[in-house]
């Protein structure tokens, strides 16, 4: 029986096939290995933009002229033709309506994202650089206050407010002679320069029910209840503290 014979050539063809299909594979892992490395670099670079871009929203923008990243508020003065009728606070006193309504405001521009310097802090402040905060201080007095806030804080906008009335429930939550009455004064000013940026004032006298639906639908408890002066100021400052322009 005769025995095949081996073709040389064709044994040439597949040993070039097969160094033709081990390079393609070399080649491939090469690819493959390249887009890998510029696709996590790709990934790397987004999330780093992504980084970037989240801390932008978190931190307060500086470069508008009107921005205001630091308020420093000063403790509201309480007018002194007010100061001089005690009884209006009933149980209150003029000091424990000034801290409470500069807590809320302070509290609120803080939940906007601005950072405040505390009116203990300003008050201090103020105090040692012979500028104290009187019953009477006003838009007078803003340049000297802005100048102070922004050499010891680095503040660039100074919060002043003012307490014009102040009269406290008479009765109870359930029954009252005469609804609660607050007013007070505020205003914006640029530091260090002491220019006015904004002004606002807030007055509301609690009324029944049956006087006038839709203011008492505002209130707390929509009208429910009569409020107590401390209630209806601490109503009054938050509102208007969301409405103080920070940009």
């Not at 970037?52 to 630091?70: H, M």
């Not at 050499?151 to 009765?171: E, P």
Request: proline share 5%; with cysteine.
């Amino acid at each position: 029986m005769m025995q095949p014979k081996s073709n040389p050539v064709s044994h040439e063809i597949v040993l070039e096939d097969r160094t033709h299909y081990m390079q393609g594979c070399k080649r491939v892992s090469s690819l493959l290995t390249l887009m890998g490395e510029k696709l996590t670099n790709c990934l790397l670079a987004l999330a780093l933009t992504a980084l970037a871009l989240s801390a932008c929203e978190q931190t307060p923008q500086r470069d508008g002229r009107n921005t205001i990243w630091i308020v420093a508020v000063a403790p509201f003065s309480v007018a002194q033709s007010l100061r001089d009728q005690p009884q209006r606070f009933g149980n209150s006193s003029p000091e424990a309506a000034s801290r409470l309504v500069t807590r809320q405001v302070s509290e609120t521009l803080r939940e906007r994202g601005v950072k405040v310097i505390a009116a203990e802090e300003v008050r201090r402040s103020l105090g040692a650089a012979g500028v104290p905060i009187r019953a009477e201080s006003g838009s007078a007095m803003a340049p000297d206050l802005a100048r102070v806030v922004a050499d010891k804080f680095g503040a660039n906008a100074l919060l002043v407010g003012r307490i014009t009335r102040w009269d406290a429930r008479q009765g109870s939550a359930a029954a009252a002679i005469r609804g609660a009455s607050v007013t007070f004064d505020v205003a914006l000013f640029n530091a260090p320069g002491g220019r006015q940026l904004w002004s606002t004032s807030f007055s509301h006298t609690q009324q029944p029910l049956s006087e006038n639906v839709l203011a008492a639908s505002r209130l707390p408890g929509r009208g429910s209840r009569w409020l107590s002066a401390e209630e209806l100021a601490l109503w009054g400052a938050e509102r208007t503290a969301r409405q103080v322009p920070l940009d």
